[in-house]
């Protein structure tokens, strides 16, 4: 198979896949709304590096050991598992502001609260240990991407789509703080946090159930 028709196959199942929401949107919308875009961005930049880690051990054959071996990707579910549960516990304790006038004060201190590497660290993990992005690419290096497609090639693959994700993360943040949208969700913030973190337990004990069927 030719380099393009590849690559806009692959592109295209990319767009699909990181377009849908999940574990790595959820994160995105809870940062922009709580800390504001740097915060927001920074998580998005630590999802797209995350993308690397997938395609590193789908080009070296770590995926194929992952995929032989049960009890690695049940081990790797329940890890992902208790970090989501985490995360969506500390959402569900989100408070409302006092006064909504304190909004912009509010929501200064809050940036102040998460550093731009913890935020990096979280899009990071949240993103590596989704077992769904790692069936994500070991289907794509195993079915989609021909075995006789150059290993130049593939990498090239792996980079679009490491700056693709960070890309379109980025630009979630970006529209999620835009002006009237970033006051909306300020005042209403609190709710968007919990809301997000019922979903994160809700993946999370996805996680769990399927790990054990």
């Not at 994160?27 to 997938?54: D, E, F, N, P, Q």
């Not at 021909?146 to 090239?156: D, G, N, Q, V």
Request: glycine share 6%; charged share 10%.
């Amino acid at each position: 198979m030719s380099f393009w028709p590849e690559f806009f196959i692959i592109a295209s199942v990319h767009l699909m896949a990181v377009a849908s929401p999940g574990p790595d949107f959820a994160i995105v919308l809870r940062y922009a709304v709580r800390y504001g875009i740097k915060v927001a961005l920074a998580a998005s930049i630590g999802i797209g590096c995350a993308i690397l880690l997938h395609v590193a051990y789908s080009l070296i054959g770590i995926g194929v050991l992952i995929k032989t071996t049960p009890w690695l990707f049940r081990l790797l579910s329940l890890i992902a598992a208790v970090y989501l549960a985490y995360i969506g516990i500390q959402a569900l304790r989100a408070t409302a502001t006092d006064n909504i006038n304190n909004i912009a004060t509010d929501h200064g201190l809050n940036q102040a609260s998460l550093s731009l590497k913890k935020a990096f660290i979280a899009g990071f993990i949240t993103n590596g240990l989704n077992p769904k992005a790692t069936l994500f690419f070991l289907s794509l290096f195993a079915v989609v991407i021909s075995a006789s497609t150059p290993f130049e090639y593939k990498l090239i693959y792996g980079l679009y789509m490491a700056l693709a994700t960070a890309a379109w993360f980025s630009f979630l943040s970006v529209i999620l703080t835009r002006s009237k949208v970033r006051n909306f969700l300020l005042a209403k913030g609190y709710w968007f946090d919990r809301a997000m973190g019922l979903l994160l337990l809700a993946l999370a004990i996805h996680l769990i159930i399927s790990s054990f069927t």
